[in-house]
């Protein structure tokens, strides 16, 4: 049976760190687990399974992981398989799971979200996340991504007076929220002073502008509307799913201070679900560095272009302005496990959703919206969520 | 049973030092910014006729010239250390003949990463324990290698520490002591391999600090004491940072262990590491103090000991350089002379 509209009914995580004594599937499982048993939902009601990852098979050695989870959680026989989408496979991993019950495939759907990256060298895990750009034009040639995003955040400066302290800025406000998120990697307030003075890795991008190698999983149970009410009395809805392409290489595009993809996935969701920028009450932007964030909050309409920098001096974007940002702690701060990061932004909606998010709650939030980008905007998934 | 302890005790450090600024230069890092990060502003470095023998030699020439104890004496030889300078001949008989120990003795090379030497310590405690010597030589020391340009290269060092091991005319009792062990690969160096390799990140929190805290944690619960009844500590010194944030973990005062501290300007001399902190805290410590070490072996292992001051060391002080003697006599050399010194240079070797 179609169904209308797609229910969230269980959402978990495991702990965001550097976890040194679990393994990829250990945390994968723990996901896993406190996502269904937050859902109220019985493992045999599951009929289907995706996990969101990047590269399991450069950082820990294992592919498959759709069978993996399937196999190792007992979930019995019920079709699995993993999607990759550069930093975005979580948000395609939540889309594709959104669709097959969408389109009547399936009712009851397990998304996992995973990356174990510290098991690696830091070279390696560099290297590793890297070929989400264009590998052959920009890794290559040493175009890291601290690089390419030095370049956004360089010319940002230079056409809109966007400052350093702007970039330190996100960083104490993510760190903020982060300290009140029990899964965080850095529950830790950080103040300024320390952001501007921390080592430097590409003018003007410092190591606290960046997000760290994290290990992490994240889990979500979707399932068809009318079931929803079976398990929870608290379901969260997916008001819309889109996602858009841009070109790999940040140098093919017009503009270097603006995400397309992220601009047109954004108006098509909002579109949708019949909402404006202006019924949003709170927002998990990809802030892979800084600089993502300040340019995500004007492509998606929080601030005008070249404002972004501003609406951080107005403190719009912290907890109790009028669009909180990141109240997770943003991958900045939470941490960026990849492949967990797309699923994790949406456990965290459905926190703030239910009211649940404790001291990090946005007060009577209803609407809520995800954007999650893979390499440095050539994937753009947005999911709005309601409750 | 009889008491162990320490009978005698010296040091050497090599006299020549490199900054980090200057290492730092060459690398085209911040000098300034990198030794305040690591805690390690410079490092000995050993001359081109030094190595782990002649290291240990000169320690224990100077333990046993501080116990006043007859060479003769010593029933065991151990050498513990990660750049012994034979893969196969033990350092300990140079070390044995050339301090003037009999041929009845028995003797043996350690390698434990940094704690090989305090592993040493253990063993003579027990052969002394149980009579079967009357006294024992544990030495630790190094000349430790780090790749250039790697993060090491920045605290690598020379130095060592020889303690005469007895259960008569003590310095200082050795009343306890505690072991932690793990299989858990931080930092290793293969057979044949020039210089070590290290897991970055993972040699902190799941390698040194579980270790060093877990040894500290089983001594405090095996002996029933407290912080708060020790005058100093001494934890391994892998730069100047992890110490001094074990400290902060367990709730040391910093004033408690900031005597030990030699690796801000002598480096990390690796199996001469916590035995130097330890010799410079007993260069200084009234009679009476209470001392409490805990050293750090890589792949991996911590020891640790509660020790207390005895009324003798006061009248062998003087005899013998002091750890700070050491750190004060030194001679600075450039990059290139380092890279010479330590055959870093590929057309020399």
Redesign the interface.
Known sequence: MMSDRVAIVGAGMSKFGELWDKSLIDITLEAGMYSIFDSGVSGSEIDGLVVGNMSAGRFTGQEHLGAMAVDMGGLGSIPSYSVEAGCASGGAAVRQAYMAIKSGEHDVVLVLGCEKMSDVSQTEAMNTISVAGDWENEGMFGATFPALYAFMARRHMMEYGTTEEHLAKVTVKNHANAAHNQWAQFQRPVPLEVVMRSGLIADPIRVLHSSPVTDGAAGLVLCREDLAKKYTDTPVYVESSEQSSDTLALHNRKSITQMDAVIRSTRSSLKEAKLTINDIDVFELHDSFTIGEIILTEDVGIAKKGEGGKALDEGITEIGGKFPVNTSGGLKARGHPVGATGVAQIVELVLQLRGDAEKRQVDGAEKAMAVNIGGTGATSIVHILGR | MVAAGIAGYGVYVPRYRIKTSEIASVWGEDGE?LAKGLGVFEKSVPGPDEDVATISVEAARNAIKRGNVNPLDIGAVYVGSESHPYAVKPTGTIVAEAVGCSHDITCADYEFACKAGTAAIQTCMGLVKSGMVKLGLAIGSDTAQGRPGDALEYSAAAGGAAYVIGSENLLATIEETYSFTSDTPDFWRREGEDFPSHG???TG??AYFRHVGAGAAGLLKKTGTTIDDYDYFVFHMPNGKFPVAMGRQIGVPKEKLEDSLVVRRIGNTYSGSAMIGLARVLDIAKPGSRIFVVSYGSGAGSDAFSITVEDAIEERRGQVPTVDDYIERKTYVNYSVYAKYRRKIKALS
Do not use: I, S
Request: no cysteine; glycine share 0%; aromatic share 16%.
């Open positions: 910014k970055a990140r993972f929190e799941p």
